[in-house]
RNA sequence: CGCGGGGUGGAGCAGUCAGGUAGCUCGCGAGGCUCAUAACCUCGAGGUCGGUGGUUCAAAUCCACCCCCCGCAACCA
């Protein structure tokens, strides 16, 4: 397992809104899974990108008096030019207006098409123009739309229609005999409850008179595809384009649950449709509730990355959201529970430690690591940092970060009692007691070494700046088989510490 | 029968899938230490885990029914 490839994806982003709160925190998880498997021997490929096309966009490009290009052009850069400022950069970022992702999208329908998988029919419904899809009676409220609250518009046109249902059987047993394909468990139920009501066939098409912007059907000149062969496919272009097809079958998507149907339902069955290997795994997560009342007046209802990353530092912000959210259950965002989070674990507890540690090392020994001598105590801080590093593999494996974060601590926090219980301070002041204090000292850098090598896919820029303080070189941080007692030979030197996460002091708090 | 989330010490949460000492952060009380970012460590007060019934040697955790709260006005992940 541990050897495979790890191909990871984010949705592609529909370009009508600019990065926010649930973009980021889908982007993060990814960068986070795939630092943590880089750094564990496995090869990882992470892609994200924007979703370009329809009538959202064609409408908002129309009101700015840009092309519809034009105006995903911007957007899209903006996603990009984030994620680049915020560490969180993919392997590839795909858009749907690639031309190669577009020559592959009509290659796929044109495959589908000659076997007979797609077909032409007439169809009568109610059309939400807000939701861009049409309603069955039944799901309406009241007659409205359960979103916009409008009057559907009864249209009737011709369309091209995937023959999905006759893949739902063989998509139920998938489900039923590989329980790991969509996780958290919760979701493959719900998509196995949705799986036993008719599923029907799924209008693909649009025809160009009502909406222009978007791949020409390529058996039909007169029609445009719209959203699902169009941006599902995106995950598969995206390494046709890199030339990494052979990553396709260990996919991993990363989605929250408003889209689960799409990525549970349409998808597989497309790719039966298509021959294509199925995708390896379906991640699922919950939403970020905004408790508005708890938001700053600056911060608004909108949470953008960038202002986070400016108030706060991206990797407080990356530990709140992956510290705070269960995967797959809803979570509030408070600006304050960050705060909190930040000044309790990252400043009182990782950033106190390292500064205690360093200084002490700097102060008593001018930043030489003394010899180690190892007691029971040292073995016993020895064996928390092991055990955290047992309890973090599996509760990332299993998509619990929060949990895994929870096990590190662990570590630390036991190694903040080690200094009390050890007490290298009163130690060092008596020549007797040095070195026994050099020896403790030297543990604890052993733990802050291995506290930078766990925390890594979590906080990286912290995890680089914390080998850095401690004199070790960059790429000390990807040996995580490293021994204990190996890092620092005779004579190496640390570095006078540095406030890794200063406090958040809030007026009136 | 719309969809979804939730009710755990004063506040905010984890734990529920794989039943067996109820854990974390903040706050509160007492003490310790003085290396450190007024941080760190120890001890303590405070919970019948929404309710009722059931299964079990054992239930916050499984089953049934009931009560209550919240989101779906957004930035849709």
């Not at 032409?120 to 059309?127: E, H, T």
């Not at 359960?146 to 249209?155: M, N």
């Amino acid at each position: 397992m541990t050897g495979e490839p790890l191909y990871l994806t984010t949705p592609i982003y529909y370009v009508n809104a600019e990065p926010h709160l649930g973009h980021t925190y889908t982007t993060v998880v990814a960068d986070t899974l795939a630092r943590f498997w880089r750094a564990r021997g496995r090869e990882t490929f992470v892609v994200t990108g924007t979703d370009e096309h329809g009538d959202k966009i064609a409408q908002a490009a129309a009101k700015a008096s840009v092309s519809p290009k034009a105006y995903a052009d911007r957007v899209s850069a903006l996603f990009r030019s984030t994620w680049e400022a915020t560490g969180l950069t993919p392997g590839y970022f795909v858009r749907t207006t690639d031309p190669g992702h577009v020559a592959f999208v009509q290659k796929v329908l044109a495959a589908i098409h000659a076997r007979g998988d797609i077909y032409f029919d007439r169809y009568r419904g109610l059309y939400c123009f807000g939701c861009e899809r049409f309603y069955q009676e039944r799901e309406l409220v009241n007659g409205l739309c359960p979103d916009h609250k409008q009057a559907p518009t009864e249209i009737a046109e011709e369309n091209y229609f995937f023959r999905m249902g006759r893949y739902k059987e063989r998509l139920v047993r998938l489900l039923e005999d590989e329980p790991d394909r969509i996780t958290p468990e919760g979701y493959r139920r719900e998509v196995l409850a949705m799986l036993r009501e008719p599923i029907g066939d799924l209008c693909i098409s649009r025809p160009k008179s009502r909406l222009d912007w978007g791949i020409d059907l390529p058996f039909d000149a007169r029609y445009v595809t719209y959203v699902w062969f169009d941006a599902l496919l995106s995950y598969v272009s995206a390494l046709e384009h890199v030339g990494r097809l052979d990553l396709w079958p260990t996919a991993h998507h990363l989605i929250a649950k408003d889209i689960l149907k799409p990525h549970a339902i349409f998808w597989p069955t497309m790719l039966m449709a298509a021959e294509l290997p199925l995708y390896r795994r379906l991640c699922v997560h919950g939403y970020w509730q905004m408790d508005r009342d708890k938001m700053s007046k600056s911060l608004g209802n909108v949470v953008r990355p960038l202002e986070m990353q400016a108030r706060y530092g991206m990797d407080a912000f990356r530990y709140y959201l992956l510290r705070e959210m269960a995967f797959g259950q809803d979570a509030d965002f408070s600006e304050a529970a960050l705060i909190a989070r930040l000044n309790a674990d990252l400043a009182n507890g990782l950033g106190n430690l390292a500064s205690r540690v360093l200084a002490m090392q700097q102060r008593y020994f001018a930043g030489v690591v003394q010899p180690a001598a190892p007691t029971p105590a040292d073995l016993a801080l020895r064996a928390a940092f092991d055990a955290a590093r047992r309890d973090l593999d599996a509760q990332v494996a299993d998509f619990a970060f929060h949990r895994g974060l929870e096990a590190l601590w662990r570590a630390l926090d036991h190694a903040n009692k080690y200094v009390v219980e050890t007490a290298p301070f009163t130690l060092a002041k008596d020549p007797g007691g040095r070195p026994r204090a050099g020896a403790v000292l030297h543990e604890l850098c052993e733990a802050l070494r291995v506290t930078a090598q766990l925390v890594e896919p979590f906080l990286p820029e912290t995890a680089a700046r914390l080998a850095r303080l401690l004199g070790l070189p960059a790429d000390v941080l990807g040996r995580l088989d490293l021994p204990w007692g190996d890092a620092f030979p005779a004579g190496h030197r640390t570095a006078a510490p540095e406030a890794l996460f200063p406090r958040v002091e809030v007026p009136g708090a």
